[in-house]
């Protein structure tokens, strides 16, 4: 004869545990949801009780359907997650907006633009919005939206939706200016994903380039050629190179044919539209015996820590990543105004174009 299968202990509610403590049944949510409701020594002892008693929290579903809200903030990656999360500048943006909503008791929960969001994971039909990042692969992305929950877009531009940008075409214009102050022979310029059908190498006169709303390195790109402009050089007449993705892997090819062009054809001032771009051209350029900036200047885009760390130091624009998350986030939750949004730049001369 089998054993009796013994019940399964009660499960603890949130009135019971309010009930255990002495305290309100709001403030063992606030303990949960919203933090910064309570002194912290309060939500201490409140987690500290829950965890003995086996109290994991509010039942999100439930609270969602009573409430209409889930708590959850969705944010929409244009690339993989495996690459947004290793990627020095979509990490620190991600970092910005979690700290925001850890602060509020928010959830976030991130999908990939390669996938559409009707067959991404069913928590994110009750997202109570939705921040996008980056160029998207394919608008149906946006259109599986639903069109009555708040967006913000970030480094993208989403007609009637508000938006975060830096100032990308003055910043670029800023780094160029000072780059082509010492007078290049050979001026180039490696582009981040801007044709219209994939280029991983030299751009020519049969690609498309996309459109200014589009993509941030469109802005990036107009600041380069008002500099060469006014400068004297003729935009049309400087080489560019186009790379797919912001990853070493995938640059290294393209930089390598640049670099190996004979002596009176390299570039001597290559501006790259991200550090990962300038970082991998001045890894290849020393295995080559190229110095740097003698025989080649180099400028990059992001100013991220790894470009700063090395020597030589690279001549950037960084731009604060972390705190473009954290306006994006507090524009989603209501806490600032949902408008465009523009944060400014800093031009770093490091030794790479002194």
């Known amino acids: 004869m089998e054993p009796p299968v013994s019940a399964a202990p009660p499960r603890i509610t949130l009135k019971d545990l309010a009930r255990e403590l002495g305290v309100?049944?709001?403030?063992?949510?606030?303990?949960?949801?919203?933090?910064d409701q309570l002194s912290p020594k309060l939500r201490e002892r409140i987690l500290s009780e829950a965890q003995r008693l086996g109290y994991s929290g509010p039942d999100a579903k439930a609270r969602s359907l009573r409430t209409g809200r889930s708590r959850i903030i969705a944010v929409v990656l244009a690339e993989t997650l495996t690459y947004s999360l290793n990627?020095?500048?979509?990490?620190?943006?991600?970092?910005?907006?979690?700290?925001?909503?850890?602060?509020?008791?928010?959830?976030?929960?991130?999908?990939?633009?390669?996938?559409?969001?009707?067959?991404?994971p069913g928590s994110a039909n009750i997202a109570d919005g939705f921040i996008v990042y980056g160029l998207m692969p394919s608008l149906k992305v946006l259109n599986d939206i639903p069109a009555q929950r708040p967006m913000v877009a970030v480094d993208f531009n989403i007609q009637s939706r508000p938006s975060v940008h830096v100032?990308?075409?003055?910043?670029?214009?800023?780094?160029?200016?000072?780059?082509?102050?010492?007078?290049?022979?050979?001026?180039?310029?490696?582009?981040?994903?801007?044709?219209?059908?994939?280029?991983?190498?030299?751009?020519?006169?049969?690609?498309t380039l996309l459109a200014a709303g589009q993509t941030i390195t469109r802005s990036r790109l107009a600041g380069f050629h008002r500099a060469l402009e006014g400068q004297g050089f003729d935009p049309a007449t400087v080489p560019m190179w186009n790379i797919e993705e912001n990853t070493f892997d995938v640059c290294a090819p393209v930089i390598g044919e640049i670099l190996d062009l004979p002596d009176d054809e390299r570039p001597d001032l290559l501006l790259c539209m991200s550090d990962r771009i300038a970082l991998?051209?001045?890894?290849?350029?020393?295995?080559?015996?190229?110095?740097?900036?003698?025989?080649?200047?180099?400028?990059?885009?992001?100013?991220?820590?790894?470009?700063?760390?090395?020597?030589?130091?690279?001549?950037?624009?960084?731009?604060?990543?972390?705190?473009?998350?954290?306006?994006?986030?507090?524009?989603?939750?209501?806490?600032?105004?949902?408008?465009?949004?523009?944060?400014?730049?800093?031009?770093?001369?490091?030794?790479?174009?002194?």
């Open 24 to 35: 309100s049944t709001a403030s063992v949510s606030n303990a949960f949801n919203r933090p």
């Open 87 to 120: 990627d020095a500048v979509a990490s620190e943006l991600l970092a910005g907006i979690a700290e925001v909503l850890d602060v509020h008791g928010h959830t976030l929960l991130l999908l990939s633009g390669r996938q559409h969001v009707s067959q991404a």
């Open 167 to 207: 100032d990308n075409e003055p910043a670029s214009y800023a780094v160029a200016s000072h780059a082509l102050t010492a007078r290049p022979k050979r001026p180039g310029i490696i582009n981040l994903r801007l044709t219209e059908s994939p280029c991983n190498g030299r751009v020519t006169a049969e690609h």
């Open 280 to 354: 991998t051209v001045l890894t290849l350029a020393e295995r080559r015996g190229l110095r740097i900036p003698e025989d080649l200047r180099l400028t990059g885009f992001d100013g991220i820590a790894e470009g700063q760390n090395r020597d030589p130091r690279l001549t950037t624009i960084r731009q604060d990543s972390h705190e473009k998350g954290r306006i994006a986030a507090r524009m989603i939750l209501g806490l600032a105004p949902r408008e465009d949004c523009m944060l400014h730049t800093e031009l770093i001369l490091g030794d790479t174009c002194p």
